[in-house]
């Protein structure tokens, strides 16, 4: 325990305005050492608000400034950064905004909270070189083989289900599209995918979000369209495999294991 009764009473003090100072605060040139912990204390805090705000910028611009920086305040005091990396800031952000009632007259903000995170995760994965074009259409190139074959995707490509139009909502925040043209109660599924420095969302079907969300579990191809398909509209993967190939988000391609008694 240190002088200033333990790290986690100190790091409680530093992010809690009502709490006094820690014990065995000293300056070296005389002041009040109160006084000088209430100044980093408001440095620590407004920090971490910036840090959110760079991360949700989107969410901010939904409820205005004032509304989210008292939002993120009190989304600091109760949870801390884990890492030193500010950047990795917000994990828990979404589920808070979803707890949080002053934010319930926005029910989408929870989500698009979600959207705008999975778009920090995906702009720091981890580089990947594609498969080359001609390797995936030699591997393509076989329908006999096609439903047992697995997919490996790129770690950036990550999917957000919303029961609301967050896709076309964070796009019309970019200029992209009209915002008042926008029904923010129309459900959508929303893809994250890194395109070289930028990160890109897009909108896609629950079909074609069924059917990547299986290949990110390791689902084989057929099995992938099986869980896509409704009996009302069998699934088309050739829409979907060309936005994955398109983007270079093909990493490699495997091959499931035969059932026993199957036939090669």
Known sequence: MSRFGGDAAFAAALLDPAQPAPPGLVSWNGSDPAQRFGVHRNNVIVSLIDALADSFPVVQQLVGEAFFRAMAHEFARRSPPRSPVLAWYGDGFADFVAAFP??????????????????????????????????????????????????????????????????????AHQGIGDLAAVDPLQPECALVLRQGLSVAVIAVSPATARFIAALQRGAALGDAVQEASTKEAPFDPAPALGLLIGNDLLL?????????????
């Open 102 to 171: 002053p934010a319930a007259g926005v029910p989408y903000l929870a989500d698009m909270a979600r959207l705008e995170y999975a778009r920090l995760l995906a702009f720091h994965a981890a580089d990947a070189a594609p498969l080359p074009v001609a390797a995936v259409a030699a591997c393509l190139a076989d329908p006999a083989m096609l439903p047992r074959l697995r997919l490996q995707l790129h770690s950036s490509l990550l999917l957000v289900g919303s029961p609301f139009a967050i896709a076309s909502l964070w796009g």
């Open 252 to 264: 490699g391609i495997g091959q499931a294991p035969r059932e026993q008694g199957e036939q090669p």
